[in-house]
């Protein structure tokens, strides 16, 4: 099921229009990467994110990629919490300007069985990626 969301998510970008395509992805410090292997998405302490990413797809209106999802379950505190790990899929997607570059815009991330509460919701595991001032 997992590919499968990936392989739609795919299709449906290679009918996309011929305007520019990302080719870039903010990092937390805002600055332009290539496909990078970690994306973190909660950059105040690195809580959340997808590492050991194999991308699938990149240049395309959305880029896919499967790898290690990662969350702390801040319990009792973050400072003291517990990661947790899923294999999981990241979908980058939308484009913005960064540093004179095509980046993507938003990140959304899906996780295999049951996601922890920071992703419980769709709306909550999508991540605006921001560029440098």
């Known amino acids: ?10 299709a449906a970008a290679g009918g996309a ?4 395509r990302p080719l870039v992805a903010p990092n937390c410090l805002g600055k332009p990467t290539v496909k990078p292997a970690e994306v973190v998405l909660a950059c105040a302490d690195a809580g959340l ?4 990413i194999v991308w699938l797809g990149w240049g395309q209106p959305v880029a896919a ?11 009792p505190t973050c400072a003291a919490g517990h990661f ?17 570059r095509i980046a993507y815009k938003t990140a959304s991330v899906a996780v295999v069985g049951e996601p922890p509460q920071a992703w419980a919701t769709a709306a909550d595991a999508t991540y605006s990626l921001r560029c440098a001032a």
């Open 1 to 10: 099921m997992l590919f499968a969301a990936v392989a739609v998510a795919l």
């Open 17 to 20: 229009g011929a305007s520019a």
């Open 49 to 52: 994110g997808v590492r050991g």
């Open 65 to 75: 990629g499967v790898g290690t999802a990662f969350a702390n379950d801040c319990t």
């Open 84 to 100: 947790h790990t899923y294999r999981g899929v990241l979908l980058l997607s939308g484009s913005q300007r960064c540093a004179g």
